[in-house]
């Protein structure tokens, strides 16, 4: 198998990484401000926008131009490209809102405030309401991602080349790293889909909360370090193809 990597790009390692570290960032914050434990709103709203950027950056590029395509896995391109471009620009708007909150609190010289000052059940009631809108369309994007998990199982996608190191040593068994990704696809989409239940009107309900925290808490881990060990796993595919 020869692939002439000159003429596409490869970067679900980055995309995976910063998808992981984003729903673990999305499940921290959530418990800080639920246990009503300190938190600096300018230092997270740069948190989630580090992933943020990445993810926008690579999933349009990927959604616009289908790299991946390029080397005979077209449909990878939607499956990794555009969730990652809805869930960078989420994070975006999630990291302008908590800078526009940090610098909206102040104390009387002027200058921000510390944000442990303000009453925790505030800040859960302001952010609720501003999540509020744009959890729709994390709703609708975790109908996609269920939809993603069923075509993954379905058409027994996600198996890696032969050439690929550790993983490749499983592509005789597609259904094996299918069932894998497909699982955390799913488990992505589930939490995604109970968000607007559990900022709804009223506090929603912590029992969601919870099942939403147990969900991207696990895939956050698991996208974190699967990207991790990609980084290796790219090399080699790279180097066994050229």
Known sequence: ?????????????????????????????????????????QAWSIGFAVPGFILTLTGAHMTLTWPLSKIGFPFDDIIFGEPSLAFGVMLLAGSVALWQKSKAVSVESGKPVDQAKEQSSALVSHFAEMGRPVSYFAA???????????????????????QEPISGRFANYPMLEASFISALYALVGLGAILLPFSLARGGGNPAVMNIITVCWSITGVLFTLFGAMNYFTHIGLIINTM
């Open 140 to 162: 609708a994007m975790g109908l996609a991602l269920i939809s993603i998990a069923c075509a993954g199982i379905y058409y027994q996608l996600f198996a890696a080349p032969p």
């Open 1 to 41: 198998m020869h692939i002439d990597w000159a003429q596409t790009q490869v970067y679900n390692t980055i995309m995976a990484v910063a998808t992981g570290v984003g729903l673990l960032l999305l499940v921290r914050f959530s418990n800080h401000l639920r246990k009503g434990e300190r938190v600096n709103l």
